[in-house]
């Protein structure tokens, strides 16, 4: 830690003669030392022999003289070094007499003037000890107690520097530092005292004592302070991570900052804490606030009397966190913003633009084509419960929406009837109504579908008389396995994130039953994995490995076996070690599929933690060449997105080490690399991606094109992008020949424009900061499935595109009055800028345009409120927020 850049020799050597090298040196040091003196100024000569005559003094019989020469000279260097442009005078006139003063030093007898003159060493060390020897702490422990802060700034982040190096000394030879500690003590009061708080948290770190701080911050700097704390706490390995966002969590709620204390709570995915947010604060208002936070990370909590005694109160709360109210105010949004008029596939596709060579492909395998006009109907429309294929009234046509669905075949009317599902998303009423109709169907694939529906209606939406579970539990067990899969993946939508218990009760012995066919058993495992994400719930996982254990040879080289092992992984998913014991397990698994499993398991545990020694381990595992491609490639390239999505320097790092991975892998290494582009980018239009997907989308290996037109899509998904959109035209002009690449380019049309334009898929929302464990499950599902196109998604399993519905969110801040009524606001919609550790209060955001409410926020955007009548019950415009009116305020006349 140099203290100061312009000295040439803060780790000189320390010998007295080396006071030259502060001029430019010349030849010979006889003249140089004449023409020293010649140059300075009459007051800096004065200066410089006062001093001399202080540090003989100071060395004088006399106590007296001694005092009044230490006092003088202590005087002198105080008063320069309060600024540190340039090396202070004093120390500069000094520096010669360091090694006199400190060889009479050690002769001096104990006395406070033996503490004075070890002060003044101490601060003298600053520019003249050597490198590693912490002699200006050394003579800091043995001067007095007195205030460290008076020395200036300099002087105490050396100190902090020592501090730092001694007690990682002390610490490994077991010495006490209880010296030490007092000293940080000091050190931290005079920082968060001066606006250093990250210098205040650095040192506290250093000498893990984090604690300290809760007691030295203020309502001037707990903001700032706390904001250093979860930022850092990104690139800190663990257990130090967890402590450190305690003690931000501690702070937040001494503070009374709830809101903020929340998201840590979930962050650390601690119910614990959020209980105690809910019982500290008395303010109904404030509740509902943390219940529209709560909503939005997707996870299920039951409100009880302890959080909130009125029963009415208590209500309208639980209302919010099963966020019934979603479906209105993602409504509110598109009428605001004047998109409600629905969409057919055609608009979409835009094919006047094209040229004629479009048009000719329209003959190719027309089931195939009514697919993708399927899927492409029911993104765009998503959630607006209006459509111009699957919602017409009867009127139009005499069979209204079965017309379009019979124009579908086989497992192809399973995906249409579900998207009806789709277009009523979060409107459950409304869905289940429409739906009604298909389960008195003749067609066992149309009522796999409706179930499939149901589930994807209540994706998110948690109701107190789980009409998904009526509904659904009744086809688990019947003969056909399409109805069964559609039972069962619609219970995994409607349930994920719940953990509940009767829908385990119902889908584990499917695991276990001989004569359940391999694919229902499949989807079981994804299905328990989604309802349990994260919980590394002991049961599930031992039903999963044991239907794993049961698998024939034949069945281990089936695609869909590999959903059993991602089942498995969801349950782990984010929770780092708690997966080892499931990971040693299977070590024992048949060969073909062990490797496959480990990479699995291992990228859902460490998914989101921004682990660095995973995703060298993953790269590890890529950098190895096969004779024939070894299947487990294709998880480990994902395991690097899963991991290095946390946080933007990472994410930046695994993008170009994905694109080493294009040049150097073999095929099955090269098609899972666009979808881990498409996972760390996702509704992010990122230029230099989405350039990379381009000139994959025209490879020549079929696979890996199909997996770049994807990703295109995905890193598009519901933000209109024009970029892309006239890139997917383009390919679907290209590959109008090709059934399979042309059905992947509609898919990404319809990403691309989902929700028109008002949806995100990103399962990171609060600015970056929680990651939704549900939203991550459902597109991890979607891209394992993709890793083999050809089997799933182009095969009869193309409804695992619905897996998207887990991470649909609206990307809309919409404002709301105390009664939870939208209310129109003018905010601020930037850049966001990352402020951490600066100086002053900058501005958060770059670069913006002020609108009214509601509003769409795009990746990386953050919004403000524009005007002072009204305060934001969270920090963070994200989402719903509620306001209240500012009680200070007053109307400008």
Not at 454 to 464: A, Y
Not at 606 to 616: E, H, I, R
Not at 640 to 657: P, Q, T
Not at 831 to 847: E, L, N, S
């Amino acid at each position: 830690m140099d203290p100061e850049p312009n000295n040439t020799t803060a780790n000189g050597t320390g010998n007295p003669k080396d006071e030259s090298t502060l001029k430019v040196p010349s030849k010979d040091p006889k003249k140089k030392d004449d023409k020293k003196d010649e140059d300075l100024s009459e007051e800096d000569l004065a200066l410089k022999q006062q001093l001399e005559l202080y540090v003989e003094r100071a060395q004088d019989a006399d106590p007296g003289l001694q005092k009044v020469a230490l006092e003088s000279m202590r005087q002198e260097i105080r008063t320069s070094t309060s600024s540190m442009t340039s090396v202070p005078k004093p120390l500069k006139f000094l520096r010669p007499h360091y090694g006199t003063l400190k060889s009479y030093y050690e002769t001096m007898p104990d006395s406070d003037l033996k503490k004075l003159l070890a002060d003044i060493l101490s601060v003298l060390a600053l520019t003249m000890s050597a490198e590693g020897d912490r002699e200006s702490l050394k003579y800091r422990l043995l001067g007095s107690e007195g205030d460290i802060g008076s020395w200036g700034h300099e002087y105490v982040r050396n100190l902090a520097g020592e501090i730092a190096q001694e007690y990682a000394k002390r610490v490994n030879e077991e010495a006490t530092v209880d010296d030490l500690i007092e000293l940080v003590e000091q050190i931290v009061a005079f920082h968060m005292k001066h606006n250093a708080e990250p210098e205040a948290v650095d040192l506290l770190m250093e000498v893990e004592f984090l604690d300290l701080l809760v007691k030295h911050v203020d309502k001037t700097n707990y903001k700032r302070t706390c904001l250093y704390l979860t930022s850092s706490a990104r690139y800190l390995p663990g257990p130090d991570d967890i402590s450190v966002l305690d003690i931000a969590y501690t702070i937040y709620k001494q503070f009374e900052e709830y809101p903020s204390a929340l998201q840590i709570a979930l962050y650390l995915d601690n119910m614990q804490h959020v209980k105690q947010i809910f019982t500290s604060c008395p303010d109904i208002l404030r509740k509902k606030q943390f219940c529209y936070i709560l909503a939005r990370q997707g996870i299920s909590f039951e409100l009880d009397e302890e959080m909130c005694a009125d029963d009415e109160d208590r209500e309208a709360l639980q209302e919010i966190i099963n966020n019934t109210k979603l479906s209105e105010g993602y409504l509110t949004l598109a009428r605001d913003i004047e998109v409600m008029e629905p969409k057919s596939p055609e608009d979409i596709y835009k094919a006047h633009l094209l040229d004629g060579r479009a048009s000719a492909g329209a003959s190719v395998d027309s089931a195939r084509q009514n697919l993708a006009a399927t899927f492409v109907n029911a993104f765009v429309n998503a959630g607006f419960g209006q459509d111009k294929l699957m919602t017409i009234t009867s009127e139009t046509s005499s069979g209204g929406s079965s017309s379009w669905l019979f124009k579908n075949k086989d497992h192809g009317k399973a995906s249409a009837a579900a998207s009806l599902g789709m277009i009523d998303l979060w409107d459950v009423d409304t869905g289940l109504a429409q739906l009604d109709k298909y389960f008195h169907s003749n067609d066992n694939h149309v009522i796999a579908g409706a179930l499939l529906g149901v589930g994807i209606v209540n994706c998110g939406i948690k109701n107190d008389c789980d009409p998904a579970l009526a509904l659904l539990a009744d086809y688990l067990d019947k003969e056909d396995s399409s109805i069964r899969i559609g039972a069962i993946t619609g219970l995994g939508f409607a349930y994920a994130g719940t953990q509940n218990e009767q829908i385990r009760d119902k889908l584990t012995p499917i695991l276990g039953d001989q004569k359940a066919p391999l694919e229902v058993i499949a989807f079981t495992a994804i299905a328990l994995g989604l309802v349990y994400v994260g919980s590394c719930n002991e049961e599930v996982a031992q039903a999963i490995i044991f239907a794993l254990m049961d698998r024939s040879e034949s069945d281990l080289g089936e695609p869909l076996t590999r959903l059993l092992p991602l089942g498995l992984g969801l349950l782990y998913l984010g929770k780092q070690d708690s997966v080892e014991a499931t990971a040693e397990v299977s070590k024992t698994f048949n060969e073909k599929i062990r490797k496959y499993c480990d990479m699995t398991l291992l990228s859902c545990a460490f998914a989101g933690t921004g682990n660095v020694l995973k995703v060298q381990h993953f790269l590890g595992q890529c950098a190895q060449h096969f004779e024939k491609g070894e299947s487990f490639q294709g998880p480990a390239v994902l395991g690097i997105a899963m991991v290095a999505m946390a946080e933007e320097l990472g994410l930046d790092m695994a993008i170009r080490s994905l694109e080493h991975l294009l040049q150097y892998g073999e095929q099955n290494i090269r098609k899972a690399v666009p979808l881990a582009l498409g996972l760390l980018c996702i509704s992010n239009p990122k230029v230099h991606v989405m350039d990379t997907l381009s000139r994959l989308s025209h490879d020549a290996d079929t696979e890996v094109a199909m997996a770049a037109v994807i990703s295109l899509g995905l890193i598009g998904a519901g933000t209109n992008n024009a970029r892309i959109a006239g890139m997917l035209r383009n390919l679907s002009s290209y590959y109008y020949k090709e059934a399979n690449l042309l059905f992947c380019v509609r898919i990404a049309q319809g990403f691309v424009h989902m929700g028109k334009g008002l949806m995100t898929l990103a399962p990171y929302h609060s600015e970056r900061f929680l990651l939704s464990p549900t939203a991550l499950a459902g597109l991890v599902v979607l891209l394992h499935a993709c890793l083999d196109m050809k089997a799933i998604i182009l095969g009869k399993y193309h409804y695992v595109l619905y897996f998207v519905v887990l991470a649909m969110q609206p990307r809309m801040l919409l404002t709301v009055d105390e009664n939870l009524k939208p209310l129109s606001v003018p905010v601020r919609v930037g850049q966001a800028v990352d402020v951490v550790g600066q100086a002053g209060r900058p501005k958060t955001i770059t670069g913006f345009q002020t609108h009214s409410t509601p509003v769409l926020l795009a990746a990386g955007d953050r919004a403000e409120l524009a005007t002072e009548k009204y305060l934001p019950l969270s920090p963070i415009l994200e989402g719903f927020v509620i306001l209240k009116e500012n009680p200070d305020y007053r109307e400008e006349a």
